[in-house]
C-alpha cells in the first residue's frame, strides 16, 4: 500500500457530525493515482513509488508514442507489493478516520508592502504626514553597515511550499473520490497537493 496520493483541491464547506458539531472541511477530489514507476531497494537504495495524475499520450518525432502526466511525486514505502508500474491508487487509501499531512503552493500575491505582507502599522494618513505605508528605518550604523538576512520588507508574497501536519480525514467517499480533511489546505481551488498518510484508523 502506498503512502500517499495526489489530489486536487476543490473548496472548503463543512461537514456535520453525528452529534451536531459543525467540522471546517476542505474537500479534495482525488483522481486516479497511476504508478509511473518504482524505485527498489537493491538498485536505489530504499523503495519508493512515483505516482502520477492525469495522463497524455504524446509522440515523437519518429513515431514513438510516449505517456506524459501532469503532476507526479514519488513517496518511500516499505513494501513494493501491488504497486507495479500501471497501477492504479484511489480513494480507498485514504479511509476515514486517518490522520494525514497534506503539501501545497500558497496563492501568490505578487509584490506586496510591509502593511499586507507583515501586517506593519501604518502612520497617519492625514496631510502633512511622511510616513503612511512605508517600512520606516532599515539601517544600521557604521558596524556592521548593511542590512541583516530576515529584515522584514516588501517583497513577493506568497508562492511558498505550506505543509499542514496531523490533519483528520472526516469523509472519504469512494463513489465521487473525494475526500474531506479537517480545516483549511494551502493553495488555490484546483491546485494539485500532495496527501501523505500519517496513520490509519484503528480496526474495530
Not at 480513494?91 to 507583515?118: D, I, L, M, N, Y
Amino acid at each position: 500500500m502506498t503512502t500517499g496520493l495526489i489530489a486536487r483541491k476543490v473548496g472548503m464547506s463543512r461537514v456535520f457530525l453525528e452529534s451536531g458539531e459543525a467540522v471546517p472541511v476542505t474537500y479534495l477530489k482525488v483522481p486516479a493515482n497511476i504508478v509511473v514507476r518504482t524505485k527498489t531497494k537493491e538498485k536505489d537504495g530504499y523503495n519508493a513509488v512515483v505516482l502520477g495524475i492525469d495522463p497524455k499520450k504524446w509522440k515523437t518525432r519518429k513515431g514513438n508514442e510516449h505517456t506524459r502526466y501532469a503532476v507526479q511525486k514519488e513517496w518511500t514505502v516499505e513494501s513494493l507489493d501491488g504497486l507495479a508500474p500501471g497501477t492504479q491508487v484511489t480513494v480507498e487509501a485514504v479511509p476515514a478516520e486517518s490522520q494525514v499531512t497534506v503539501v501545497g503552493t500558497s496563492k501568490g500575491h505578487g509584490f506586496q508592502g510591509v502593511v499586507k505582507r507583515h501586517h506593519f502599522t501604518r502612520g497617519p494618513m492625514s496631510h502633512g504626514s511622511h510616513h503612511h505605508r512605508e517600512p520606516g528605518s532599515v539601517g544600521m550604523r557604521e558596524e556592521p553597515g548593511r542590512i541583516l538576512k530576515g529584515k522584514r520588507m516588501p517583497g513577493h508574497m506568497g508562492g511558498e511550499t505550506v505543509t499542514v501536519k496531523h490533519r483528520p480525514v472526516v469523509v472519504s467517499d469512494k463513489g465521487s473520490g473525494v475526500v474531506a480533511i479537517k480545516g483549511p489546505v494551502p493553495g488555490p481551488n484546483g491546485c494539485a497537493v500532495y496527501v501523505t498518510i500519517e496513520s490509519l484508523p484503528e480496526k474495530k
